[in-house]
DNA sequence: CCTTTGTGCAACCGTTTGGTTGCAGTAGCC
DNA sequence: GGCTACTGCAACCAAACGGTTGCACAAAGG
């Protein structure tokens, strides 16, 4: 259902450093704010909500309202789209690498 | 031997839909030229010749020179990195699920 | 009620990025 | 030698990106 060609989201997602920062900091406390997480980084809580923005869109990051705060905890599957991708490309190329060998 | 801190460099090349194309015209062909490349995706040949570049840096792809012509290959490895990273994060959250349940 | 604390929105800015075009250089081939 | 085909380098451009600052708004707490 939720989303077939989102593996481009996934790849964008992940390719900014702060962004994984961002990530590896919800993941280790379980869920976290901007606040909490933009403490913790040398950026902005805005650069943080950004960043949280686009997790989001790509499925990777979803928002759960307490009150006045806001905190996000981590969706993995999508991570799936992209481990699959890169596994899909491992493959072809050893499949290519067999073939070469058959020759000799 | 190879590198230890750049999966940054593995996600940034990884991040970029025309450069997965790249990659995947090279596996599906085992090595390609970049006026190949360039000949069967809608970018010029020149901006195949960036992304090869950027690639290369990231350890993706190798170039190996034929007379006139600069045939490039994959180079699988760094692909492990990233892969790891992801897994870390799977692993640092289902660390935290785990022990939510536990609660439970 | 008023202060505090946290979020949301928007404008703005410098740098990076993906892409192009143009031209020079070099290896093959007739 | 001279044409052809492929690579290499450089300048240039528009758009996207990561980030900041400033301010308005909403929920807790004294």
Not at 56 to 62: R, S
Not at 68 to 82: D, F, G, K, M, S
């Amino acid at each position: 259902m939720t989303a077939p060609r989102n593996s481009d989201a996934v790849f964008a997602a992940l390719s900014d450093p702060t962004r994984r920062a961002v990530l590896q900091g919800i993941a280790s406390t379980g869920d976290a704010t901007a606040t909490e997480l933009a403490s913790q980084l040398p950026v902005s809580r805005q650069a943080v909500v950004k960043h949280l923005g686009l997790l989001g869109t790509a499925g990777l990051v979803t928002a759960q309202r307490h009150g006045r705060e806001v905190r996000y905890q981590i969706t993995a599957e999508p991570l799936n789209e992209a481990v699959a991708w890169i596994a899909q490309l491992g493959a072809l190329w050893d499949e290519r690498l067999a073939r070469l060998e058959k020759l000799f």
